[in-house]
């Protein structure tokens, strides 16, 4: 079992930067893809961004593209999410979630952050 915590969400104002966290505990992830997705109000869960395990191979919706970057430190069990050029539509509850098998399934998910951004 892979157990997920995320921090770092708040409250910006539109044009501003955030950068969240994604602590692993349970099993080493190194091993592992690792992503984001988020949630809006309303709307379905939707991804956000992935990285290999050797961070090798960078995915992206083209929503974030050049605004976002995924991030991780194997040594700290930890992923992250730089959000720059925030926008209202990235309001959303952040995820962070790991694919054990490099699948494309997301076995283990976090409780999630939230993230406003205000215009």
């Known amino acids: 079992q892979v157990q997920l915590v995320e921090s770092g969400g708040g409250l910006v104002q539109a044009g501003g930067s955030l950068r969240l966290s994604c602590a692993a505990s349970?099993?080493?992830?190194?091993?592992?893809?690792m992503g984001w997705f988020r949630q809006a109000p309303g709307n379905e869960r939707e991804f956000v961004a992935s990285?290999?395990?050797?961070?090798?191979?960078?995915s992206y919706a083209d929503s974030v593209k050049g605004r976002f970057t995924i991030s991780r430190d194997n040594a700290k069990n930890r992923v992250y999410l730089q959000m720059n050029s925030l926008k209202p539509e990235d309001t959303a509850v952040y995820y962070c979630?790991?694919?054990?098998?490099?699948?494309?399934?997301?076995?283990?998910w976090g409780q999630g952050t939230q993230v406003t951004v205000s215009s």
């Open positions: 990285i290999t395990w050797s961070g090798g191979r960078l």
């Open positions: 979630a790991v694919d054990p098998y490099n699948t494309n399934e997301w076995r283990y």
């Open positions: 349970g099993r080493a992830v190194s091993s592992y893809a």
